[in-house]
């Protein structure tokens, strides 16, 4: 901290000398001119004194005595003017006041030297085993980390419990080429108009052709003479003309200019008989005062329950999931091991960050390690999370509302909340142009209006301000941010981070199943091994012991005879248990264990073949076989 501060300040005061070395230099090139001006007009013969320096200006220091401002101050008397020439010129302007000089250097002092609050660490520069691809991402400036959610973390802490010897190895080459995906949009078709065949217009019209042949179309969906509308536009009675016919008259309101054209064709002709009917059905809307601003009133009454019903949800949602996000501590900590990782990675080559745009978490995923391609930048930092912070695989149960915020449109639903407050303020105003003649409906309506209205503003303006909040909490501008941009950015990744973390989970699931596998086999090829190896030491003994028991003098059969039995070593029924066994057909050695099965089975079935043993030799001749055996 010290050897920061010593830095910070060494750069400080040299910022200082630099700038106070202009100034000066500005000060001598201004004199300079001054004084050539004053050589271009001065008299051969000019011995006057030079006048009193003008008094300073008017300031703090103002009613003072002399002494103690130039005590308190701190403030150098201004430099004598040089010789005037009277006669010739007036007197150049005096230099600028000591005062407006102390305060620029203040000012810029103040500039330069930030208070002790602000001063923020040097970031640490870590030297890599391996040369690491460079992490592109959006880091915040450390002026716009302040008081955002990076201002309380620190990266430098968590370091060691990091382990980055899997991101060396997997990330030691160059930056992994990421694939580009394109999204192609296929562009909307629409339907053309369709045209009913019309009839031939016989009488004479106002109107062009296709207007003519909407109206014919309008009014054979309505239904309704023009007096019926009429009389239900003027009492805005929504029961006599439903919300669907109050959208189609909507569509073939009278404009301006018809307006005029029925009003000059009424003051030549007096009458509109000789119209076609389409035509005289318009000049009936044209009757109806203010016909297109009622009209608008009146969907407005009939749509306001379902606007409003749409709109208060969508600013509740908003509202708590920016809240729920901005207070959402485990994925803080989870940015700051982020944060670590992005300055492992950077900050030999581009120094330490204080902070990262949100948006760098797609460059996570995209990252991908150079020995093998499935594994992302992503999927070490699950693997970190996993092993050393396993309290935050969960983080993503802290981002509630999101997905429901996610959702949100926040430009369509400002134009419907402003679209809103127009339409009401349309409807107040027709109730006082009323005045004692305004509809019954409208002024109910305008009653259950108001106060919905006063809660949908106080609800939007909630939910903007915990938006906004949300966003610069996070280094975000709100004015560049939309919500659904904002949260699906976070659902995103919290998806990816789940699915990162099941794949390694099943990649070592993989891993373990291999190697035990592989240990299986092994054990069984050494079981395997053993077995034959005893079962071959069987063999040999029991060739052996049958060997020493027709030649007691072999050298083999002496070298691995077993002591004889003492009798008390023989126990009660022994021999009984010696003669079963040689019944059954298993070979039985001097020390009462039975002989291995491959033996004892053939052993048995040779006994089964014949009951009597085959006939021998005399002795002598097996003794000799013997000896040449051994």
Request: proline share 7%.
């Amino acid at each position: 901290m010290r050897r920061t501060l010593n830095e910070k300040d060494k750069a400080s005061r040299e910022q200082q000398a630099k700038l106070e070395s202009r100034i000066q230099e500005l000060e001598r090139m201004q004199a300079n001119m001054k004084a050539g001006l004053l050589e271009a007009k001065k008299e051969p013969a000019s011995t006057t004194n030079p006048p009193s320096p003008p008094p300073p200006p008017p300031g703090p220091h103002q009613g003072k005595e002399p002494s103690k401002l130039t005590a308190a101050n701190h403030i150098p008397p201004p430099p004598p003017p040089p010789q005037v020439n009277n006669a010739i010129g007036k007197l150049p302007p005096p230099p600028p006041p000591p005062l407006l000089n102390s305060i620029r250097s203040s000012q810029l002092s103040s500039k330069i030297s930030p208070p002790a609050s602000d001063v923020m660490t040097i970031k640490k520069i870590y030297n890599t085993r391996n040369k690491l691809p460079l992490l592109n991402w959006c880091p915040l400036k450390p002026n716009q980390v302040k008081d955002t959610v990076f201002n309380n973390l620190d990266d430098e802490k968590i370091m060691d419990k990091i382990d980055f010897t899997t991101l060396e190895d997997l990330f030691k080459i160059g930056v992994a080429k990421r694939p580009d995906t394109t999204e192609s949009y296929s562009p909307g078709q629409q339907s053309p108009i369709g045209t009913g065949n019309g009839s031939t217009i016989k009488k004479n019209t106002i109107l062009d052709t296709k207007r003519l042949q909407n109206i014919a179309i309008t009014c054979r969906k309505l239904a309704m003479s023009a007096p019926v509308i009429m009389s239900a536009v003027h009492r805005m009675d929504l029961k006599a003309l439903i919300p669907e016919s109050v959208d189609i008259l909507i569509k073939i309101a009278p404009t301006h200019e018809e307006i005029v054209k029925f009003k000059e064709y009424e003051l030549e002709h007096k009458n509109f008989s000789d119209l076609s009917d389409e035509d005289q059905f318009l000049a009936q809307l044209v009757k109806i005062e203010r016909f297109e601003h009622k009209i608008k009133i009146m969907s407005f009454m009939a749509t306001f329950d379902e606007s409003a019903d749409l709109l208060e949800p969508q600013f509740v949602n908003l509202t708590a999931a920016s809240k729920c996000v901005r207070e959402a501590t485990k994925f803080h900590r989870l940015l700051e091991i982020l944060l670590a990782y992005g300055n492992y990675m950077n900050s030999g080559r581009k120094g330490g960050v204080y902070g990262f745009k949100l948006s760098s978490l797609d460059t996570l995923y995209g990252l991908k390690s150079s020995v093998e391609r499935s594994l992302s930048l992503l999927h070490i930092i699950a693997e970190t999370v996993s092993r050393s912070f396993p309290g935050l695989l969960d983080f993503a149960d802290q981002l509630k509302f999101a997905d429901k915020a996610s959702t949100i449109m926040w430009e369509a639903v400002l134009a419907d909340m402003r679209e809103l407050e127009a339409n009401f303020a349309s409807a107040k105003k027709e109730r006082e142009l009323k005045g004692g003649d305004c509809p019954p409906s409208l002024l109910d309506f305008l009653d259950k209006c108001e106060k919905r209205i006063s809660v949908l503003q106080v609800q939007y303006k909630t939910a903007s301000e915990a938006f906004t909040a949300c966003v610069e909490f996070y280094g975000e501008s709100s004015r560049n941010q939309q919500p659904h941009t904002f949260f699906s950015r976070l659902l995103t990744f919290a998806k990816r981070f789940q699915q990162a973390v099941a794949e390694n989970e099943a990649r070592h699931a993989a891993a373990e199943r291999s190697q035990g596998e592989q240990m299986k086999r092994q054990r069984i090829g050494v079981r395997r091994r053993v077995t034959k190896d005893e079962v071959t030491e069987n063999v040999i003994d029991e060739l052996v012991q049958r060997i020493g028991m027709t030649n007691p003098n072999c050298e083999l059969a002496m070298k691995t005879r077993k002591p004889k039995l003492d009798s008390s070593q023989i126990d009660d029924g022994d021999f009984e248990r010696i003669m079963n066994g040689l019944k059954e057909g298993a070979y039985v050695t001097f020390d009462g264990a039975q002989g291995t099965k491959r033996y004892s089975s053939s052993f048995a079935l040779n006994s089964k073949k014949s009951l009597h043993p085959p006939p021998v030799g005399p002795k002598t001749n097996r003794t000799s076989e013997n000896h040449e055996y051994c």
